[in-house]
Structure formats: structure tokens, C-alpha cells
């Protein structure tokens, strides 16, 4: 049994390494798996000048390593292979990997992440690596004294055309809102408004680029004339946003319509025991400081579902005898009032019959699985079956009567 | 793997017999650098059938650019100094090893 995790995290970006930091820290077995570089997208960003404490001088490789060093020292295991099948029912979760092997788990946490779009524009797909690239650090050297263009508008596109213009001669931005309306931070704007190699062509999209071999020239529609132009830039960097990385849970895990994944606050999943944090969630700012905030939630929600668990399996599920737990809650003066009476009523018994007490303000999740809608609920459990119900106005003759039932 | 570079690109490469493989990279590249060791060891497994060659793109832009390679990473095969095939941007070491044993 030794084999088994307690946390397996899938994908290594900074809502993964975070999840490995907390998850190891808390001393539960953890392992990140990671198809190829770690760090995910934000590994590929240079310029990182919004993750609190970092200011300018910090590099997305470089934080990112960080977090796997800081991950490693707590005891997480980092591996490099890719998962290719998950089977998330049940207690023990199996992570098939493309080397074959297939590790276990207690609990998934998904960080599959997301991806650049790719708008599958007329010669997109075939100048890829040929002047087309996703990947401004990648690729930026290439393009010394050459002119690029870059399509998008919001923080990525406007801070990555920032970094083009280190090395190239010009920066053209397709915008395709009206003049001067950008979908990026202000200060981003501004400091691009104000920087003389990057040029403006707005209301416009990109709708085709050509070449012979290497890019050579992009046709440019403007929307507003329907006018088409041609410029001749070297090279063409899109940055239009991301779409997840979901396609390996589809049908395991609830998604939403675009294809991320759907948590609660918990950062839990539609599934027990399996978790998703970063870019693949739905949420509403997707950033460095996002998905570490998620990982470390997830971590923390995990740590407490497996106490839970195995608390209950411990206390009920593994008993010979019978076992009575007791839904109550707080505020709910009758449930207070039906608890005392069972307890004082078991007392009798001389500890034949256990007694579990639940919160249902606390743990929502046994309150789902047994269907538990009224408080006070008592089920009877014996060898770790449920074998009665008793739910809502119920006397304690009715337990009683119960029992001699046994 | 040899080190090629502009000064030796055209007899290494170029003008070699049999199968080259040479692995486009830059320091700045973290796809590149994360591909690399797998790459390095897969070299290793096959070191009889094919040469192996490794191109730091930072100061041979224009030799690189004279291959038609302007995105990292990239990997491109020649045969008798042409090339018949090429991987970039977004692939797998498996990709890799897949197009080696398809060319040997």
C-alpha cells in the first residue's frame, strides 16, 4: 500500500507547484506529474512584473523554479512523464502515464492549464515555426532590426509586444477594437501608447499571411471599411488568449461549455476527491497569483477531505458493531435536543452501539452522500452497511425500536 | 553531439553523407532547454545510425534563417545534405524518436 499517494498534482505550473508545496508541508504524500517543462505558461513569460513581492528583475523561468525547488524541499516528488488516462471513481484514483506506469492516489488535483488559441487563420498553421510563433521569449532573437506584427489586445499581447520591441525594428499591433480602446491593465496601455517602435492598426483584423518557405506578408481587413491592405512584416506573434487543457477529463469532471473545468470555492470538482486550480478552472483572472491561490486551497480542502474520510471509515465504515451517526447542526435547536437525548439513551448500552455525531455545517460532503435532507437524520450502520434511516420527526422510541430491530 | 555553428554548419551538415539530425536552440528558449536532455539521450541510443548536431540559434540568426528555421524549438533531419523533414514549436521527444526511426 505504500505506493499510494495521497495527493497526485497533474501539471507543474504555479496552481500545481503550489498544491505540491501546501500538500507536502501538511506531510501528506505528494507527487506532480509533468508532461515536459515545468512551470507551465507562465514559464515562458519573461517579463513577470505582477506576482506580489517580485518586481522588475523576476522572470517566469525564474519564479517558476522557485516554486519547484521550494515544492522539492518540502518532500513533493516532481516526475516528468505524461498522463494519458485518469480513472477518478472510487476511493483510490489510478493516473496512467504514457511510460506505461500507473501511479495511485487518494486525491487528483488538476492543473492542466491552458493554451494558446490559435485562430486558424489562411497560413496560421503553416508558418508555424516560419515567422508564426506563440512564444515571444522563444522566438524574439529571430526578429533583430526585422518587423513584426502582433495580434491581440489584452495583457499578454501588449506586455509580450513590449518585450518584441527589445529586439525588433518594429512592433505593429492589430487591435480590433476602435482607436485606443485596448482590453489590457492601463499601465500596460500606457507604456505602450508612449513607446516609439510599436505601431497601431485598429478596428482590424488579421485575415491571412503569406510567403514562400518564411512569412513575408499578412493581409489586414479593416472592419469598419472592409478594406483589405498588405504589410510585409518578418514575422507574426499571436497572443488571443488561451483555451484549457481539459480534453482528459471530458466526461470525468463536470466542464463548463468552453471546456473549463467547474470547482466550488474548494476548488472541488463535480468528482469526491478530485480538485482542479489554475488556468483549466472557470474563474475570473487567470494569473501567476490566481492559480498558486488555488493550488494552496485545494491543498488545504484535500488535506481535510482525507482527515474526514479516514476518520469515517475509522469510525463507522470499518466497525463490526453498530454504529449510529447523527446528522445535526448548530443552528438547528431540535437536532441539539434529538443528539443529547440519543446520547444519553446510548449511555445505557454500555458502548454497544456507537455514536457518531456529524455538523452538517461542517461537512457537507456526507450530508450529499447519504442524501441527508432534514436535520436531525440518524443512520444505523452495521459491518459498514447502512442498513436504516430515520429522518426529520422521529422520537427516540422510533431509535429504539430500531435497535431491537438489529 | 557536435556543436555546429556558421563556420562549420556546411561540412557538418550540409555536406555530410546519411542521415543528420540537428537540434535548433537558444538559451533564451525554456521549451528547448526542457526538450534537451531528452534529446541528448536519445542521441545516445541511436549514436551508430545517424550524426547528431546541436545549433545554439543566439549568434547564427542568419544560418538559422538560411534553413528556414525562425521558431523554437526545432528539430530538422537531413539526408545527403538536404532536408526531408522538420518538428518544430510543439512536439514531443516521442515525436522525435518516431521521425528518427521512420528516416534511419
Redesign the interface.
Known sequence: MSDIYDIIVIGGGPGGLSAGIYGSRSRLKTLILQ?????GQA??T?ELENYPGFARGTT??VLMQAMADHAESFGAEILRD?VVDLELDGDIKKVIA?SGKEYQSKIVILALGAEPRSLNIKGENKF????????A??????F?ELDVVVVGNGDAAIEEAMYLTKFAETVTIIVIHDEGILDCNKVSAEKAFANPKIKWIWSSVLQEIKGE???ESVVIKNLKTGELSEIQP??VFFFVGTIPKTELVAGKVDLNEQGYVITNEQMETSRPGVYAVGDCRVKYLRQVITAASDGAIAAVAAEKYLAEEEGFKEMVLNIEGPVMVAFWAPQIEESITAVSELERMLDKTDGAIKLVKIDTYRNQRLVKRYGVQEIPTVLLFKKGELISKLTGHFSIEDVKDEIKSL | MIEVNKNNFEDEVLKAEGLVMVDFWSPKCEPCKELMPSVHAMTKKYQDQAKFCSLDTAGNKRLAISQKVLGLPTIAFYKNGEKVAELNTDFSIEDVEAKLNELK
Open positions: 508532461k515536459g517543462r515545468l512551470g514559464a515562458t519573461q517566469g523561468p505524461e504514457k508555424r515555426g516560419k515567422g508564426v510563433s506563440y512564444c521569449t522563444c522566438d524574439a532573437d529571430f533583430e518557405g518564411l512569412v518578418n514575422g
